[in-house]
């Protein structure tokens, strides 16, 4: 894709995408989780992405980086989190009722391993029924797949 750029901070994300996005366009998050890392993008159609790549192995881990995100977000770009219309996360496991099972992070108990949807910070995560997904990582990819024909 056209425009993909790694960068290394919240910062750098806002003025990449103030610098690469028209000013009013509908921003969606996507977030890829892997055993390991988690990496976090806002993306403006399908041309413009930029992500930040960070470390987590548990739910706690993961919704306390979304978390932070969220607020680095708020605190940086207003503006731009109140233009987010939609959010995926592709996770490495089951997904049933808006619940992911993270076999592969750290846990006792499979409660422990769950990610929830409810759980997500709403401004990054919008709340309205359809508008926030969790997909198993393999059907992330056939869905993006599916969209390239668009």
Not at 1 to 30: H, I, N, Q
Not at 51 to 67: E, H, P, Y
Not at 115 to 121: E, N, S, T, V, Y
Request: glycine residues 8%; aromatic residues 4%.
């Amino acid at each position: 894709m056209a425009g993909t750029r790694d960068v290394e901070s919240m910062g750098a994300l806002v003025a990449w995408c103030r610098g690469s996005c028209d000013a009013d366009a509908k921003l969606c998050v996507a977030v890829d989780v892997g055993a390991t890392n988690v990496r976090f993008s806002i993306t403006a159609g399908f041309t413009s992405i930029a992500f930040i790549k960070r470390k987590a192995d548990g739910v706690g881990t993961l919704l306390a980086l979304l978390r932070e995100w969220e607020a680095a977000l708020a605190l940086a770009a207003p503006d731009l989190l109140k233009r987010v219309a939609a959010a995926a996360i592709a996770v490495p496991g089951p997904v049933t009722a808006g619940r992911a099972l993270m076999a592969n992070y750290s846990g006792a108990t499979a409660q422990e391993k769950t990610l929830d949807a409810r759980d997500l910070p709403t401004r990054l995560f919008p709340a309205e029924t359809g508008r926030t997904q969790l997909l198993n990582d393999l059907e992330a990819a056939a869905v993006g797949i599916a969209g390239l024909d668009k």
